[in-house]
């Protein structure tokens, strides 16, 4: 018990873990991350680059001018002496200036101190005025500098000019540092917000995922699932709450066709108990009273054998695993109007007009009709006029109407309500055979083809029964 109940509480942790909101938040996170990350790539790249051209177009352009000066007018290192008036025409900001003397020895040191090589020496013994050399990241106590050394010409020493950029990179990394920071606090954000955002797409996902659970742990189809919304969660609470309430329908409609199947066949079943047991003593009957006991077995076997058929046929009427097709109405009820005048003997007239074509299922609907024409036949026996077949073409949003007229005794007021009902038999109809599920078959038929059915008293006497066809709708039940 302990290792099953360990079992399934982690199964729940992980279909927690691993749960639409979880997947939605982690996702926008992830791509969030993935985008800011790009984006904090970039500009940083971008950033630094124009920082660095920036400093070294400054760079060249000191030293272009200090090119330019040596050579326009004829300087001495005290002309750059740190005492100098003007020195500061070459020392623009975050720019060192040391002065070499003609033996490359300093004669005015930088602050800091700048570094001299044997190039920088030979540079302050050139004849030439403005010879240039210049040293990339070079080490001035904890900083980098970039250092070039112009020469004043004629061996008169030479001119150093510092570029400090490691402060440059010390902003550059502290930029980078604050990117980072920035993308990180985006990221989380990202993340709460998509689980903000999850828990709110997913609010009722989550409510119609516990009402599906409760259905199956429960067994229980009537529980209410809250709709709201005109997205597509909407539609799906919507559609849910229909297919519970047709669910529901059909568990109920299946439980009264039970109930009623059971109450029905009670009766015959109970006569077929009393006239077996009277079979064990047939040699003590009359002649007469055998016949009349082998003829009520007969009846009550055929009797049984129709009700089970139709229940059969009222079953096979609920479910759609008869193909849909094209099917002409007005050619089933030529047919079944041909089978009725074999069996019965009655004339039995097909008026048909309009488009009778519509998408359906020909056995259905065939049923449908069969039976209407047999009960006509059966209430209107011995009638001398036509049982009649009208079939419409669509005049009520498209629907093809089927009606069979009679001249029979026709239906009181209070049974025309009533008599698409299983099982349901007036009380003048009820000495007559059949169990009352014809109508009721044809009713399932009507539905489950987009129609309904219909029944009144025919002008003149008689009754008229049919239904509407309006092409294959939801399934019944």
């Given at each position: 018990?302990?290792?099953?109940?360990?079992?399934?509480?982690?199964?729940?942790?992980?279909?927690?873990?691993?749960?639409?909101?979880?997947?939605?938040?982690?996702?926008?996170?992830?791509?969030?991350?993935?985008?800011?990350?790009?984006?904090?790539?970039?500009?940083?790249?971008?950033?630094?680059?124009?920082?660095r051209?920036?400093?070294?177009?400054?760079?060249?352009?000191?030293?272009?001018?200090?090119?330019?000066?040596?050579?326009?007018?004829v300087?001495?290192?005290?002309?750059?002496?740190?005492?100098?008036?003007?020195h500061d025409?070459?020392?623009?900001?975050?720019?060192d200036?040391?002065?070499?003397?003609?033996?490359g020895?300093?004669?005015?040191?930088?602050?800091?101190?700048l570094?001299?090589?044997?190039?920088?020496?030979?540079?302050?013994?050139?004849?030439?005025?403005?010879?240039l050399?210049?040293?990339?990241?070079?080490?001035?106590?904890?900083?980098?500098?970039?250092?070039?050394?112009?020469?004043l010409?004629?061996?008169?020493?030479?001119?150093?000019?510092?570029?400090?950029?490691s402060?440059?990179?010390?902003?550059?990394?502290?930029?980078?540092?604050?990117?980072?920071?920035?993308?990180?606090?985006?990221?989380?954000?990202?993340g709460?917000f998509?689980?903000?955002?999850?828990?709110?797409?997913?609010?009722?996902?989550?409510?119609?995922t516990?009402?599906?659970?409760?259905?199956?742990?429960?067994?229980?189809?009537?529980?209410?699932?809250?709709?709201a919304?005109?997205?597509?969660?909407?539609?799906?609470?919507?559609?849910?709450?229909?297919?519970l309430?047709?669910l529901?329908?059909?568990?109920?409609?299946?439980?009264?066709?039970?109930?009623?199947?059971?109450?029905?066949?009670?009766?015959?079943?109970?006569?077929?108990?009393?006239?077996?047991?009277?079979?064990r003593?047939?040699?003590?009957?009359?002649?007469?009273?055998r016949?009349?006991?082998?003829?009520?077995?007969?009846?009550?076997?055929?009797?049984?054998?129709?009700?089970?058929?139709?229940?059969?046929?009222?079953?096979?009427?609920q479910?759609?695993?008869?193909?849909?097709?094209?099917?002409?109405?007005?050619?089933?009820?030529?047919?079944?109007?041909?089978?009725?005048?074999?069996?019965?003997?009655?004339?039995?007239?097909?008026?048909?007009?309009?488009?009778?074509?519509?998408?359906g299922?020909?056995?259905?609907?065939t049923?449908?009709?069969?039976n209407?024409v047999?009960?006509?036949?059966k209430?209107?026996?011995?009638?001398?006029?036509?049982?009649?077949?009208?079939?419409?073409?669509?005049?009520r949003?498209?629907?093809?109407?089927?009606?069979?007229?009679?001249?029979?005794?026709?239906?009181?007021e209070?049974?025309?309500?009533?008599?698409?009902?299983?099982?349901?038999?007036?009380?003048?109809?009820?000495?007559?055979?059949?169990?009352?599920?014809?109508?009721?078959?044809?009713?399932?038929?009507?539905?489950?083809?987009?129609?309904?059915?219909?029944?009144?008293?025919?002008?003149?006497?008689?009754?008229?029964?049919?239904?509407?066809?309006g092409?294959?709708?939801?399934?019944?039940?």
């Amino acid at each position: 018990m302990a290792l099953g109940r360990a079992g399934r509480l982690l199964a729940r942790r992980r279909l927690r873990l691993v749960s639409l909101r979880t997947t939605f938040a982690v996702s926008f996170a992830a791509v969030t991350a993935a985008v800011t990350v790009l984006v904090g790539i970039l500009s940083y790249g971008a950033a630094a680059r124009l920082v660095r051209v920036d400093q070294q177009s400054v760079f060249n352009e000191v030293v272009q001018d200090l090119q330019g000066e040596v050579r326009e007018q004829v300087m001495d290192p005290e002309d750059f002496s740190s005492s100098a008036p003007g020195h500061d025409l070459v020392r623009p900001a975050r720019t060192d200036v040391q002065v070499l003397g003609p033996d490359g020895s300093v004669v005015d040191k930088g602050s800091p101190g700048l570094p001299v090589t044997d190039g920088d020496r030979e540079i302050a013994t050139a004849p030439k005025a403005g010879q240039l050399a210049v040293h990339e990241e070079v080490d001035v106590g904890n900083d980098v500098y970039r250092i070039a050394t112009v020469a004043l010409g004629g061996g008169r020493g030479a001119v150093q000019v510092a570029q400090e950029f490691s402060d440059t990179e010390d902003l550059l990394r502290a930029l980078q540092q604050r990117t980072l920071l920035l993308m990180a606090a985006v990221v989380v954000g990202a993340g709460l917000f998509g689980w903000w955002l999850a828990r709110r797409i997913t609010r009722r996902l989550v409510i119609l995922t516990g009402a599906a659970e409760a259905v199956a742990r429960t067994r229980r189809l009537g529980i209410d699932v809250p709709v709201a919304g005109n997205d597509e969660v909407g539609r799906l609470g919507r559609a849910f709450d229909r297919m519970l309430g047709r669910l529901a329908q059909s568990e109920e409609d299946q439980r009264r066709l039970v109930q009623d199947a059971g109450h029905e066949l009670r009766t015959p079943l109970t006569s077929l108990r009393t006239n077996i047991s009277l079979l064990r003593r047939i040699d003590e009957l009359p002649p007469e009273a055998r016949e009349e006991l082998v003829a009520d077995l007969g009846q009550e076997a055929r009797e049984l054998t129709d009700l089970v058929n139709e229940l059969v046929d009222l079953a096979a009427g609920q479910s759609d695993t008869e193909p849909v097709q094209r099917v002409d109405v007005a050619e089933l009820a030529e047919d079944v109007a041909g089978a009725a005048r074999r069996r019965t003997g009655r004339r039995v007239l097909v008026r048909a007009g309009g488009d009778t074509t519509t998408e359906g299922r020909a056995q259905m609907l065939t049923r449908a009709l069969t039976n209407l024409v047999e009960n006509a036949a059966k209430f209107d026996r011995g009638g001398s006029e036509p049982i009649e077949i009208s079939v419409a073409g669509p005049a009520r949003r498209g629907a093809i109407k089927v009606e069979v007229l009679d001249r029979g005794p026709g239906i009181t007021e209070g049974d025309l309500l009533r008599v698409f009902d299983r099982f349901y038999r007036a009380p003048d109809a009820r000495a007559l055979p059949g169990s009352g599920l014809g109508l009721s078959i044809v009713r399932e038929v009507a539905i489950a083809h987009g129609g309904a059915p219909f029944a009144y008293r025919r002008e003149g006497g008689g009754s008229v029964i049919g239904f509407t066809v309006g092409g294959v709708g939801p399934a019944v039940g």
